[in-house]
């Protein structure tokens, strides 16, 4: 099963996405999170896409579409995969779909998920990320056990420098620009499901479970 998933900044991607891996055993593939991690490590990558990312716009597609392409032709891939922040340019999508089609496959969901923008301000000031496995909560909806540690890992968890509300502001609108445009590339493919990104997560779980079968 091949599975994008489509929506705002902080509209639940990687929260859904988390799930949808562990249920459908599948890898997860967060490009931000392959981002945050090559800053982390100091790598040439990392740099220069902390210049972007710090300012809420979008890391070039030349350094985004070949890291992709190469996770996943992986092996942990060979059962499908949901990508979580990528493909958000058509070019990228375009990249992905000619890179599946040169062995015979494509996507098999593109799962949009939908929360307007007044509810996702509200939302990213209450993120807190973990640097260190990639594992988010917010401080209202979804809170670790022991405040600002991380359940999973044990590192501390932090607000991200690019989910200040400045930061989101910019975000949103490069989001409407960029990416939106995207659920009509995916609805024409037929392959486009929209869930309500508004309900409580394990509802908004349900109802992509619905959709993907259990
Ligand atoms: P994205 O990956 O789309 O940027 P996240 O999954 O990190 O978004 O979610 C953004 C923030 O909103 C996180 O703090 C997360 O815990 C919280 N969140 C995710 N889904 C919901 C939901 N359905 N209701 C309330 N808060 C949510
Ligand atoms: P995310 O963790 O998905 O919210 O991504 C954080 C930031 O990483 C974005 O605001 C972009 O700067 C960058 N980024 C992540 N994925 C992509 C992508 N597919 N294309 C371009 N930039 C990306």
Do not use: W
């Not at 220069?48 to 890391?59: E, S, W």
């Amino acid at each position: 099963m091949k599975i994008i998933m489509l929506g705002a900044p902080g509209a639940g991607k990687g929260t859904q996405a988390k799930q949808i891996s562990a249920k459908y055993s599948i890898p997860h593939i967060s490009t931000g999170d392959i981002f945050r991690a090559n800053i982390k490590n100091g790598t040439e990558l990392g740099k220069k896409a902390k210049t972007y990312m710090d300012q809420g716009a979008l890391v070039p597609d030349e350094l985004t579409c070949d890291l992709v392409m190469d996770r996943i032709q992986q092996d942990d891939c060979k059962n499908g995969f949901v990508l979580d922040g990528f493909p958000r340019t058509i070019p990228q999508a375009e990249a992905l779909d000619e890179a599946l089609k040169k062995v015979n496959q494509s996507m098999d969901y593109a799962i949009d998920v939908d929360v307007p923008d007044e509810n996702i301000v509200k939302r990213m000031g209450g993120r807190r990320a973990c640097l260190s496995c990639g594992a988010t909560y917010h401080i209202q909806f979804n809170p670790t056990k022991v405040e600002g540690v991380c359940d999973a890992c044990g590192s501390k968890t932090v607000l991200r420098d690019d989910d200040k509300p400045e930061t989101v502001k910019k975000r949103l609108t490069v989001y409407h620009d960029q990416t939106q445009p995207l659920i009509n590339f995916y609805d024409n493919k037929g392959i486009l499901k929209t869930v309500d990104g508004t309900q409580d997560l394990n509802k908004v779980f349900e109802d992509i479970v619905a959709i993907l079968g259990e």
